[in-house]
């Protein structure tokens, strides 16, 4: 009739009064959460929200409904504990070894292990953010059970399973001429100062590609390793650079970044799933997918069963 998933779309809306800041909250598109709460009021037959120009309000089913969908969300946080309690001793503690590439490891993964970590009290997932060759060998040699990044070599030793597709746009500071431009030209880029990650490494050779389809031929000032100091010496003036739009929605929202697009097209970069059968079996592994499943819409990860790869690759795919 209807999922957890779309309760929890059901209460945020309901809470915030708005589809628009629902979605942000959620990190889904307002069409998304229109499709959720159209098939929660298909499955229920009624109309559970009043659509306005101001916002949304409860039908009088809605408010019924409401307190029904707050008890169902704390049932399934009750039965998710009992269960954890029936699996894992109470003095037993296990740690959850997880990977990420810098830009996905510092602005997704702490976001997704915090919300987590509010559910589980016997499992802490630990995160290594590091390069996606350390990464494979590491996910190879069982010390992580799975990793998450957004670069991938040719041919690796491990299962890679493509998640979703990220736009990156081009990040200007605070005082650069573009600064609230929505498009520019490819030739526009001529003679620009760019910021990028630092010579050699995957996301280097990406951004030199993704540049090269529009014809530009990047001028870089200045190398770094993380996302992080790169949004630096942007926000400092030091240049211009290529950036996926998760890892700077916090800079975009308090205005000090500004994202800018190709007139001509788009910039998209896999974010992958790096794991093996053996990883995933790790203590707490299964238990960290299901969670990411239920609650972020964008990540397609299945519980992990008894499948072998193939059957496992098939669920893992992003819809």
């Given at each position: 009739?209807?999922?957890?998933?779309?309760?929890?779309?059901?209460?945020?809306?309901?809470?915030?009064?708005?589809?628009?800041?629902?979605?942000?909250?959620?990190?889904?598109?307002?069409?998304?959460?229109?499709?959720?709460?159209?098939?929660?009021?298909?499955?229920?037959?009624a109309e559970l929200l009043?659509?306005?120009?101001?916002?949304?309000?409860?039908?009088p089913a809605g408010e019924t409904f409401l307190k029904y969908a707050q008890?169902?969300?704390?049932?399934?946080?009750e039965a998710r504990e009992a269960t954890q309690l029936a699996a894992t001793s109470r003095t037993l503690h296990r740690y959850l070894h997880i990977g990420a590439t810098p830009g996905v490891g510092a602005c997704l993964l702490p976001h997704w292990m915090g919300d987590f970590h509010n559910v589980s009290q016997y499992v802490t997932p630990t995160l290594k953010i590091l390069p996606t060759p350390e990464l494979v060998r590491q996910v190879h040699n069982q010390e992580l059970a799975f990793a998450i990044g957004g670069d991938m070599l040719g041919r690796a030793v491990v299962e890679v399973t493509p998640l979703w597709d990220e736009e990156s746009v081009i990040a200007v500071g605070p005082g650069?001429?573009?600064?609230?431009?929505?498009?520019?030209?490819?030739?526009?880029?001529?003679?620009?100062?760019?910021?990028?990650?630092?010579?050699?490494?995957?996301?280097?050779?990406?951004?030199?590609?993704?540049?090269?389809?529009?014809?530009?031929?990047?001028?870089?000032?200045?190398?770094?390793?993380?996302p992080a100091?790169?949004?630096?010496?942007?926000?400092?003036?030091?240049?211009?650079?290529?950036?996926?739009?998760?890892?700077?929605?916090?800079?975009?929202?308090?205005?000090?970044?500004?994202?800018?697009?190709?007139?001509?097209?788009v910039m998209r970069r896999t974010i992958y799933f790096l794991w093996t059968l053996k990883g995933l079996k790790a203590p707490g592994a299964n238990l960290f997918v299901q969670y990411l499943i239920e609650n972020y819409e964008q990540l397609a990860v299945c519980p992990i069963t008894n499948l072998s790869p193939n059957a496992l690759a098939s669920l893992l795919q992003h819809p």
């Open positions: 009739m209807f999922s957890l998933h779309q309760v929890k779309i059901f209460l945020t809306v309901a809470t915030e009064g708005s589809i628009s800041r629902a979605a942000e909250l959620l990190y889904l598109s307002q069409p998304a959460v229109s499709q959720h709460i159209r098939s929660l009021e298909k499955g229920m037959g009043v659509r306005g120009r101001r916002g949304v309000t409860l039908t008890e169902l969300l704390q049932l399934s946080r650069h001429p573009w600064w609230q431009r929505p498009f520019v030209e490819a030739e526009e880029l001529d003679g620009q100062s760019f910021v990028m990650r630092e010579n050699n490494s995957l996301a280097h050779a990406w951004e030199l590609q993704s540049l090269a389809e529009f014809g530009v031929n990047p001028r870089p000032v200045a190398e770094f390793s993380t100091a790169i949004k630096q010496a942007v926000i400092a003036g030091m240049g211009i650079a290529v950036l996926p739009c998760f890892s700077i929605k916090n800079e975009l929202d308090v205005g000090r970044m500004w994202g800018v697009r190709f007139r001509t097209g």
